[in-house]
Structure formats: C-alpha cells, structure tokens
C-alpha cells in the first residue's frame, strides 16, 4: 500500500504536512470504529513521519505481489477516502454496465 | 418494432387494442385488430402486426414451435420482411435464451413493457423473472421515456417513480444526498423500483462512511442481481455479489470516482485484456503508449500504483515473473541506447525495483553495478538531494556488507565463500557519509564494518570523532563502548557505555556490557593480587533483585556469589557468602552456580561444600520450581560469550545431573503446574542442547516418567488433570485413548480453572491429531549408554566426578533375557547375578529406579514404594583449565 496516496500527501510534504494528513486521518477512521482503515493509516504514517522515513520508502519499498492494472485501479479506489461521487453521467454508464452483464449473463 | 400507438390516442377501438396489447392478451388483440383491418387495412395494419407477433413470441415462449411457425407463416403475408426474419432468427434459437435476447435487443420499449409486466406481476402477488428484473434495471439507466398518452393511472404512476429513482441516481451519482433521499421518499413499498431505493441508500451510506448501514442496505440485495454486482464494485468488504462488475464498468466509474482522467480508460481496458490473456510485458506497454508520459512512474499516483503492480520485480516471484522480468530487462537494455527521457525513467523504475527485490539473489558485483545505476538515474531524472544519495549509498553497503552467501561444490556441500565485498562495501560507506554528514546510521556502518575488519587504525580514530560529532547518538557510543573493552581499553570502554546509559538509563543491555567489564577487571586485579573492592562498589549500582529472564548477570545475589568466590578480602568474601544465601532462591540453586562458577574461575571450592550440597539436595522443601530455575540458570550460564561448545554442553549436563537428583517421586503430585513447566522446559532444552546432553535430559525424564507411571492412572477423574496431562506427555501414547483421556483433561482442567493446563492439553492433542502414530519427543529410543555418543566419553575429568556412578565401567557381556535372568537370580540369591543383570538393563535404557523397583517388586511380590529410590553418591563438579575468559 502506497503511504503517500493513503495519506493523500506528496512526495515534498513536510513532516508536519504528513502529522496532519495522519491526525485528520485519524479523525476520520478512529480505531475503536474502523480498525481496518485505522491499521492501513498507521502503517502509512509510520513510512512517512520523517523525510528520511519518505525517501526509505520511495527508495527500497518492494511490491508484494504482482496485480493487474484493474485490481491496481480497484486497489487505488479503495483507499481509505479515496472514492468520491463519480458524477451522474459515470455512475448511471456504470449502473448499465452491470445491467447489460447481467442480462448477458442470464441469456448464456 | 414501430410505435404507431400515438396515431390511435382518440381512436377508443384501437385504445382498446392497445390495452389487450399491454397486457398480453395476444389472441383477442389480433381478433380486434383483423376486425378494424377490414375497415381501414392501412390504418390498423401495425396494430394487426404488433399482435401477431406478440401471439408468435408467446407461443415461442411456451415452446409451441409449430403453432409459432404457422403464426409467423400467415404474418410473412402482410408484415415487412425484417419483422418476420426478427421472428424467423428467434425461433432458430434456444427456448431459454430466447425471451432474454429478444428483451435485450428490444431497448426502451421493450424494458418498459418487461416493467408494466412486472408492476402486473408485483400486483398479483408474484415473483419477478430475473430477466424482467434485468430490463427493469436496464430501463433505469436508458433515458426512454414512456408514452402516458391515454395511459392508465397505473402506468402513470409507474412512470413518475421511474423518474424518481432516475432522479435518486443522478443525485447519488453528483453527492446529493438530500435531493436523493427526497426523490425516493415517496417510493411505495410494493413499486418495482423498491431495490433501487435500498441500492442508492446503500452507496450513500458508503460514501458518507455508514458502513453499517451501507452493509444491511446490501445484504437485502439478490446476490445474482445487476444491484448487488454495482454494489460489490463500490463496497467489496460490504457487499455480497456472485458476479463482478465488468471492467468495462468498472474501469471509467474507478478514474471518474478518484478524479484521474477519463483518457486513461481505454489503455487500462485495454492493458487488463492483455493481463487476463497472460501477456504482461503486452500490458506494460499498452499503459506506456495509452498513459505516457506519466506511466511508467515512481512518484506517489495511479501510475506509480500500476507500475509497481505490473512489473515483475516483487518479493514473490512465480517462473512466469522471472521470465518476463529477463525479458524487460534485455529490452530496456536494448533501447536504453536510445536516450529517450521515457525510457530512462523505465530504466529507472524497473532496475530500482529489480534490486530493491532481488537484492538477496542477485551477484553482489551486478548488485553494485545495477544499483549505481539507479542513484545515477535518479540523480539525473529528479535533480540532486543528498539525503536520498546517502540513504542509497548506504543501503548499497549494508547490502555488501552482508556475509557472504555459502557457494556449493558439485557434490552439493555448502563452502564458505571468500569474503570479498568488504572494500566495495566500504566504499559505499564513504559516499553515503560524503553525500550526507549528518547521516548517523551510515557513519556507524562504516565504523562497524572497519571494526570487524579489524582496521583499527582506522576505526578507532574514526570512533573518537563521532562520539565528538554525535554525542548523543546512544549505538555510537554503545559501539565505542564494547570496541575499547574488546581491545582490553576497559575505562575508555566504560567511559563510553556510562554516557550511553546516561542516554537511557534503563537499557540493561548496556548494565550488562558495564558489569562484564567490570567482573573483567576484578579478575585481571585478582590475577596481580591487588585490591578489587572499588571494582566491586561499581557494580553494585547496577545490580537487581529480580532481573528478568537473559539478564542474570545483574543479579544481586548472583554477583555476591561471585565475590564470595573472587574477593580475596576473606572477610568482605566471608560477608558476600552469607549476603548470598540470604538472598538466593534456595541453597541448592546457590550451590549450584558455585560450583559451576569455580570451574570457571579456576578456584577452588570450600571444603563444606558437598555436605552443604547433600543437606540441600535432601530438604524435603524442592519445588519443581528449584529444578526449573537450576535449568534456566543453567542457560544462562552456557549461553555466556567466550564458552566453547563443550564447556556449554557440560553446563547443561551438570544442571540437569543436579534436577536429576532432586526429582523426588514421593513429591510428584505436588505442585502440578510446576511439573508441567518443568516438562516444557525440558522439552525446549532438549531441542535446543547438544547430542551428549539430550541424552542426560532424556534420563531426567525417564526419571520422571517412572513416577509418574507408577503413581498416576490418566483414566482415574479423581486425579489431578494437570498430572494426568504429564502422564500423558511422558506416556508418548498416540493412540485413540490417549485422545479420549486428553479430552477429559481439558474439561477437568477447565472446570477446575487450571487455563493454562487446558491449553496445554489442547495443543498436545492437536499435536497427537496432527502426527497419528508419532510422537512428541523420542527419549524412551534414545540409548544413553549408546557407545557411540556415550555423555561420559569426553568427560576428561572422570576422576574428579562427584556424581559418577561406580558401576559404569563394570562388564559390559550380552544377557539375552537380563529381566528373566534377573528373576531367577533374586529367587536364587545370587547378589553377583543381579549385579550384572542391572548392568544389562541399564544398557537396555532402564533407570536405576526402575531396576530398584523391579527387584523390590520379585523380591518382596509388594507393590512399589517409589520412596525407596536410592540417591547416588555425589562428586564436586570439575575445573575446566580452558575456562579461562569468563566473567
């Protein structure tokens, strides 16, 4: 998981850019609630608190598996905070996406 | 199919048709319609068509082949050729599919018609098909709009809520939720569009992080549905969905939701079909060419996301990965010739991800090379930072400075191969302090690799200047501590340490590091027979009562046991003596570390000292505890730096010699949870020791299982579940039974609060489960009169063996039968015959326990008394001369 696109910071964010990002973060997935997310933010803060701790990741940081350029796409979106409304034009071509798979689907 | 219908609005005959129309009553629209031809042929025509093709599809949908031929016959008479070669193409395929092709092909009309039939349906209490489910949802997203002209009240309320939910979604699609909600709020229950209202709640809640709610809003969804595919698309951690949402949904809903360009859609489509189809350089290309110049890329983004996911350099690499990563790199060395900005940054990518995984297996000569590369790229592609430069440089040296990897002979033996990295390692050192001189951690690699190089020349002046330059920097300080102690610099090294420790008082690490150095210089004072007593006033600050597990050295009652061996002030050795068996734990344990640190020592002990020892072995107050912390001090002391293999096997031998003694049977059912620590401790021992000591320890466990099998029955309910658990251990039964007998431990154990003890009883059983037929230690099979591994051939010192049975070097002849032999000779009295028959069967593994019982047992035909064991004699623990750099 990219700390920078979870934290939704840039590559020269200072290290005071980085606590806020994080302690808004925070705010918004509390650990008590949302565990899952709250672990995923942790982790990012923890590669990214200093400029030493950035540059590291940026450096040596290694994928663990191989993804395709979907389930990278899906990954991305996924992202704690990532996801917004699409818009009404993207949303209803996708709601029709699934209604055309679907009625495929049932006619095979 | 034409939509005439708008013609007939004032025409109440044909409105009547249209009606019959509507609801699917086919016959008696075509029998109207054929009337109203009569009259007018080119006006009602359509209507008479729409009918007949509605009566063909019906019987086509009832499986009525013929009956729809002769429909479809008598309409190719008056209808155009298309709508005939429609039904003509529908009858040639399969029932099933039928009806569903015909809808999808059908568009607008046909959805709103599949809704008025499902709205019908819905009314009459009945179930919806799939497929009219599928063209409902179908009609939402179209933008058809139904005719209402002359409609019935019923289809215009159908209609305004197709609206409404049009509404909602757009709403939902831009964020606005107020204008969604209102949109729905007056959606009925029984409408067919109801799914559509929990849908758009659903997303709503996930958008505005309800995820409660947003998962009760999915979980109401048909797993199979278009609604509940959208919805695991969105929320796949709060939706259930059998199907996945194509990427061709996907794919543009993903970048419109995450705000990255629309643009890029088609070369992730494309890039995922070439994935899917195997071809992944095909996919890395395609995402070159449809996203340059942002992909490939390193900085935080999408593209950053989907070049590490694409590329082959990850930490788990399949044959496939190996293949494609040799052949990106012959490429991009290929076209690295070119000097293109986009494939230099490719370059970039892919070799800094190919090192950063690979770096274990790749040669460190193509390491170093590849990786020098990368700093030069990135120098190149993001300008100058020293920081970075440092950190890569740095990270290069650690690399180098690893041991080297054991190479293989061709007879598969592993060699130890030259170390030859240590000047490029060293190098790398350099330029990572050079590029940043604040580095710390790269400033003490390099003084930890020239250290172990052992170029004190210049490790030492380069010591000396960090800790001026990083005063503060604890693992410098901590390093030039123990430095100067190896070079015998013992008040320069403790200089060094004190001020770390003044860094962080409570790292007993360092306490330890201190009090080594000082018991050092003790030695080194006792050697040249001055005084040591300020020595040993330094150490006392350090000292604890209890330290924790692997810091013993700070021990307080140990280190008075230490002085009262090596003060040479008698008095103040008199006092540490008497402070020490204050202090101890138990006689035995002191005794114990005595008689081991004297070996070490060189010393000699007390003259008192095996009356001492024979009064605490025999106090009836040993707790399986003493044992236990005679076994961990045991540890302790052979796990000191400077102890050779042999002098760490004897540690351990004598420690489990001495348990040996002070298991005492009568006691066995006292303190259970202790016996079962004890076993635990063993069995980790046993793991962890030599070959010549897992022999001794598996004689301690003879010992103990002999008890306990004489005194423990594990069927009996009444007796502790906690012993019958260690019987079990011991018993090495595998069997059913034993699955059975653990089963009602653990309720025992459970019942009677003994946690710990349930657990135990639980992991054994699934051990027994695990391994049918095995078992969890093989003690009873090891020999430990074994010739070949026997514990006593190395012992050089036999003579001096306190505890060394008198019996060992006794006749060693064959005895087929010695149990048998052994009958016979007690029935006979033959004291010389029962000599060699216990010589036998302890060769066979028996203990002398168990020989002791099985004479008493034919001799007197009573029931064992365990008590009766006898205590061998006991010998003073030997001198190792080679102990001479301990402590």
Same mark, same amino acid.
């Given at each position: 998981?990219?700390? /920078?696109?979870?934290?939704?910071?840039?590559?020269?964010?200072?290290?005071?850019?980085?606590?806020?990002?994080?302690?808004?973060?925070?705010?918004?997935?509390?650990?008590?609630?949302?565990?899952?997310? /709250?672990?995923?933010?942790?982790?990012?803060?923890?590669?990214?608190?200093?400029?030493?701790?950035?540059?590291?990741?940026?450096?040596?940081?290694?994928?663990?598996?191989?993804?395709?350029?979907?389930?990278?796409?899906?990954?991305?979106?996924?992202?704690?905070?990532?996801?917004?409304?699409?818009?009404?034009?993207? /949303?209803?071509? /996708?709601?029709?996406?699934?209604?055309?798979?679907?009625?495929?689907?049932?006619?095979? | 199919?034409?939509?005439?219908?708008?013609?007939?609005?004032?025409?109440?005959?044909?409105?009547?048709?249209?009606?019959?129309?509507?609801?699917?009553?086919?016959?008696?629209?075509?029998?109207?319609?054929?009337?109203?031809?009569?009259?007018?042929?080119?006006?009602?025509?359509?209507?008479?068509?729409?009918?007949?093709?509605?009566?063909?599809?019906?019987?086509?949908?009832?499986?009525?082949? #013929?009956?729809?031929?002769?429909?479809?016959?008598?309409?190719?008479?008056?209808?155009?050729? *298309?709508?005939?070669?429609?039904?003509?193409?529908?009858?040639?395929?399969?029932?099933?599919?039928?009806?569903? *092709?015909?809808?999808?092909?059908?568009?607008?009309?046909?959805?709103?018609?599949?809704?008025?039939?499902?709205?019908?349906?819905?009314?009459?209490?009945?179930?919806?098909?799939?497929?009219?489910?599928?063209?409902?949802?179908?009609?939402?997203?179209?933008?058809?709009?139904?005719?209402?002209?002359?409609?019935?009240?019923?289809?215009?309320?159908?209609?305004?809520?197709?609206?409404?939910?049009?509404?909602?979604?757009?709403?939902?699609?831009?964020?606005?939720?107020? +204008?969604?909600?209102?949109?729905?709020?007056?959606?009925?229950?029984?409408?067919?569009?109801?799914?559509?209202?929990?849908?758009?709640?659903?997303?709503?809640?996930?958008?505005?992080?309800?995820? *409660?709610?947003?998962?009760?809003?999915?979980?109401?969804?048909?797993?199979?549905?278009?609604?509940?595919?959208?919805?695991?698309?969105?929320?796949?951690?709060?939706?259930?969905?059998?199907?996945?949402?194509?990427?061709?949904?996907?794919?543009?809903?993903?970048?419109?939701?995450?705000?990255?360009?629309?643009?890029?859609?088609?070369?992730?489509?494309?890039?995922?079909?070439?994935?899917?189809?195997?071809?992944?350089? =095909?996919?890395?290309?395609?995402?070159?060419?449809?996203?340059?110049?942002?992909?490939?890329?390193?900085?935080?983004?999408?593209?950053?996301?989907?070049?590490?996911?694409?590329?082959?350099?990850?930490?788990?690499?399949?044959?496939?990965?190996?293949?494609?990563?040799?052949?990106?790199?012959?490429?991009?060395?290929?076209?690295?010739?070119?000097?293109?900005?986009?494939?230099?940054?490719?370059?970039?990518?892919?070799?800094?991800?190919?090192?950063?995984?690979?770096?274990?297996?790749?040669?460190?000569?193509?390491?170093?090379?590849?990786?020098?590369?990368?700093?030069?790229?990135?120098?190149?592609?993001?300008?100058?930072?020293?920081?970075?430069?440092?950190?890569?440089?740095?990270?290069?040296?650690?690399?180098?400075?690893?041991?080297? #990897?054991?190479?293989?002979?061709?007879?598969?033996?592993?060699?130890?191969?030259?170390?030859?990295?240590?000047?490029?390692?060293? #190098?790398?050192?350099?330029?990572?302090?050079?590029?940043?001189?604040?580095?710390?951690?790269?400033?003490?690699?390099?003084?930890?690799?020239?250290?172990?190089?052992?170029?004190?020349?210049?490790?030492?002046?380069?010591?000396?200047?960090?800790?001026?330059?990083?005063?503060?920097?604890?693992?410098?300080?901590?390093?030039?501590?123990?430095?100067?102690?190896?070079?015998?610099?013992?008040?320069?090294?403790?200089?060094?340490?004190?001020?770390?420790?003044?860094?962080?008082?409570?790292?007993?690490?360092?306490?330890?590091?201190?009090?080594?150095?000082?018991?050092?210089?003790?030695?080194?004072?006792?050697? #040249?027979?001055?005084?040591?007593?300020?020595?040993?006033?330094?150490? +006392?600050?350090?000292?604890?009562?209890?330290?924790?597990?692997?810091?013993?050295?700070?021990?307080?009652?140990?280190?008075?046991?230490?002085?009262?061996?090596?003060?040479?002030?008698?008095?103040?050795?008199?006092?540490?003596?008497?402070?020490?068996?204050?202090?101890?734990?138990?006689?035995?344990?002191?005794?114990?570390?005595?008689?081991?640190?004297?070996?070490?020592?060189?010393?000699?002990?007390?003259?008192?000292?095996?009356?001492?020892?024979?009064?605490?072995?025999?106090?009836?107050?040993?707790?399986?505890?003493? =044992?236990?912390?005679?076994?961990?001090?045991?540890?302790?002391?052979?796990?000191?730096?400077?102890?050779?293999?042999?002098?760490?096997?004897?540690?351990?031998?004598?420690?489990?010699?001495?348990?040996?003694?002070?298991?005492?049977?009568?006691?066995?059912?006292?303190?259970?949870?202790?016996?079962?620590?004890?076993?635990?401790?063993?069995?980790?021992?046993?793991?962890?020791?030599?070959?010549?000591?897992?022999?001794?320890?598996?004689?301690?466990?003879?010992?103990?299982?002999?008890?306990?099998?004489?005194?423990?029955?594990?069927?009996?309910?009444?007796?502790?579940?906690?012993?019958?658990?260690?019987?079990?251990?011991?018993?090495?039964?595998?069997?059913?039974?034993?699955?059975?007998?653990?089963?009602?431990?653990?309720?025992?154990?459970?019942?009677?609060?003994?946690?710990?003890?349930?657990?135990?009883?639980?992991?054994?059983?699934?051990?027994?489960?695990?391994?049918?037929?095995?078992?969890?230690?093989?003690?009873?099979?090891?020999?430990?009169?074994?010739?070949?591994?026997?514990?006593?051939?190395?012992?050089?010192?036999?003579?001096?063996?306190?505890? *060394?049975?008198?019996?060992?070097?006794?006749?060693?002849?064959?005895?087929?039968?010695?149990?048998?032999?052994?009958?016979?000779?007690?029935?006979?009295?033959?004291?010389?015959?029962?000599?060699?028959?216990?010589?036998?069967?302890?060769?066979?593994?028996?203990?002398?326990?168990?020989?002791?019982?099985?004479?008493?047992?034919?001799? +007197?035909?009573?029931?064992?008394?365990?008590?009766?064991?006898?205590?061998?004699?006991?010998?003073?623990?030997?001198?190792?001369?080679?102990?001479?750099?301990?402590?």
């Amino acid at each position: 998981m990219n700390p /920078f696109l979870v934290l939704d910071v840039s590559v020269d964010a200072t290290d005071e850019q980085v606590r806020s990002a994080y302690q808004i973060l925070l705010r918004r997935y509390p650990p008590e609630h949302r565990p899952h997310e /709250f672990q995923i933010i942790q982790e990012a803060y923890q590669a990214t608190r200093t400029a030493a701790d950035r540059l590291q990741w940026r450096l040596f940081h290694v994928q663990s598996g191989r993804t395709g350029p979907l389930e990278t796409l899906e990954n991305f979106a996924h992202l704690p905070g990532k996801l917004k409304p699409p818009g009404a034009a993207a /949303f209803r071509s /996708f709601l029709r996406g699934c209604a055309n798979a679907t009625l495929r689907e049932q006619s095979k | 199919m034409s939509d005439k219908s708008v013609n007939f609005a004032n025409d109440p005959e044909a409105a009547k048709i249209l009606i019959f129309i509507k609801d699917g009553r086919w016959r008696k629209a075509r029998d109207a319609a054929k009337e109203l031809c009569k009259r007018d042929r080119a006006r009602y025509l359509d209507l008479l068509i729409q009918a007949n093709v509605g009566l063909a599809r019906e019987m086509l949908g009832k499986g009525l082949l #013929k009956e729809a031929e002769t429909v479809v016959a008598h309409l190719a008479s008056f209808a155009p050729a *298309e709508t005939v070669a429609l039904l003509r193409k529908e009858m040639a395929v399969p029932q099933g599919k039928r009806q569903l *092709e015909a809808l999808a092909d059908s568009g607008g009309a046909g959805w709103w018609m599949a809704a008025l039939r499902a709205d019908e349906i819905l009314m009459q209490q009945g179930n919806i098909s799939p497929a009219d489910q599928a063209a409902v949802d179908l009609l939402v997203t179209d933008s058809f709009e139904p005719d209402l002209a002359g409609g019935e009240e019923r289809v215009a309320q159908l209609a305004a809520e197709l609206k409404a939910v049009r509404n909602a979604c757009a709403a939902t699609g831009e964020g606005r939720w107020e +204008e969604a909600k209102d949109s729905l709020r007056t959606l009925p229950r029984q409408s067919i569009f109801w799914q559509w209202r929990i849908f758009l709640r659903g997303v709503r809640c996930v958008f505005e992080e309800e995820r *409660e709610t947003a998962r009760q809003c999915f979980a109401q969804l048909p797993a199979t549905g278009t609604l509940a595919r959208a919805a695991a698309a969105l929320a796949p951690d709060l939706a259930r969905s059998t199907r996945p949402a194509p990427a061709t949904a996907k794919i543009p809903l993903f970048l419109a939701a995450t705000g990255q360009p629309a643009a890029w859609a088609a070369a992730l489509l494309t890039a995922t079909a070439s994935w899917k189809a195997g071809k992944r350089i =095909q996919a890395f290309d395609d995402l070159a060419a449809g996203m340059r110049p942002v992909f490939p890329s390193l900085e935080p983004g999408l593209p950053a996301m989907l070049t590490d996911g694409i590329l082959p350099s990850t930490t788990r690499m399949s044959d496939d990965d190996w293949v494609d990563s040799e052949a990106m790199f012959a490429r991009f060395g290929n076209q690295r010739k070119k000097a293109e900005s986009h494939l230099q940054k490719a370059v970039l990518v892919f070799l800094r991800s190919m090192c950063a995984a690979e770096k274990s297996e790749m040669p460190e000569e193509e390491l170093d090379r590849c990786w020098q590369v990368v700093i030069k790229l990135w120098h190149e592609n993001h300008g100058p930072d020293p920081l970075r430069d440092s950190l890569a440089w740095k990270w290069l040296g650690d690399e180098l400075a690893r041991a080297p #990897k054991p190479r293989f002979n061709i007879f598969g033996f592993a060699q130890t191969a030259p170390y030859q990295n240590a000047e490029k390692a060293l #190098k790398a050192y350099e330029n990572a302090t050079a590029a940043d001189e604040t580095n710390e951690s790269a400033w003490l690699a390099l003084a930890s690799l020239l250290i172990k190089e052992r170029d004190t020349k210049k490790s030492n002046p380069l010591l000396d200047k960090l800790i001026k330059k990083f005063p503060r920097n604890k693992a410098i300080l901590v390093l030039a501590g123990e430095s100067a102690i190896a070079r015998k610099s013992h008040t320069k090294g403790s200089a060094a340490l004190r001020a770390a420790l003044a860094l962080d008082p409570l790292d007993r690490d360092i306490k330890v590091q201190l009090v080594g150095s000082l018991l050092v210089r003790i030695r080194e004072a006792r050697t #040249k027979a001055s005084a040591s007593t300020g020595l040993w006033a330094e150490i +006392e600050p350090f000292l604890e009562d209890s330290p924790p597990r692997g810091y013993e050295l700070l021990s307080r009652w140990m280190a008075r046991v230490r002085r009262s061996l090596l003060d040479q002030d008698q008095a103040a050795a008199s006092q540490a003596m008497a402070e020490s068996i204050a202090m101890a734990p138990s006689d035995v344990i002191r005794l114990f570390l005595a008689a081991t640190l004297v070996s070490v020592y060189q010393t000699k002990l007390y003259s008192g000292w095996p009356q001492d020892w024979k009064a605490a072995c025999s106090s009836p107050q040993h707790t399986w505890k003493t =044992q236990l912390a005679i076994l961990r001090l045991a540890d302790f002391l052979s796990a000191q730096p400077g102890w050779g293999v042999k002098q760490m096997d004897l540690i351990r031998k004598r420690a489990v010699e001495a348990v040996a003694h002070l298991v005492a049977p009568h006691n066995i059912k006292t303190d259970p949870t202790g016996l079962l620590e004890l076993i635990d401790e063993l069995l980790s021992l046993r793991k962890r020791t030599a070959q010549r000591s897992v022999h001794v320890i598996g004689m301690v466990m003879r010992e103990i299982a002999d008890a306990l099998f004489s005194q423990i029955n594990p069927a009996t309910r009444k007796i502790d579940p906690r012993l019958r658990l260690a019987y079990l251990i011991f018993a090495e039964d595998y069997s059913k039974k034993a699955i059975k007998h653990l089963d009602a431990v653990i309720v025992d154990a459970e019942t009677q609060g003994f946690q710990a003890a349930a657990a135990r009883a639980k992991a054994f059983k699934k051990e027994i489960e695990d391994n049918p037929g095995g078992g969890p230690f093989d003690f009873l099979e090891d020999d430990p009169y074994d010739e070949e591994d026997d514990i006593w051939e190395d012992d050089e010192d036999e003579d001096d063996d306190i505890w *060394e049975d008198e019996e060992d070097d006794e006749s060693d002849e064959e005895m087929p039968h010695p149990m048998e032999t052994l009958t016979e000779a007690i029935l006979a009295g033959d004291d010389a015959t029962i000599q060699r028959c216990r010589i036998a069967l302890r060769k066979r593994g028996l203990s002398d326990l168990t020989i002791d019982l099985a004479i008493e047992v034919i001799s +007197e035909g009573k029931k064992p008394r365990t008590q009766t064991r006898k205590i061998p004699p006991k010998k003073p623990p030997f001198v190792d001369p080679l102990q001479e750099n301990l402590f």
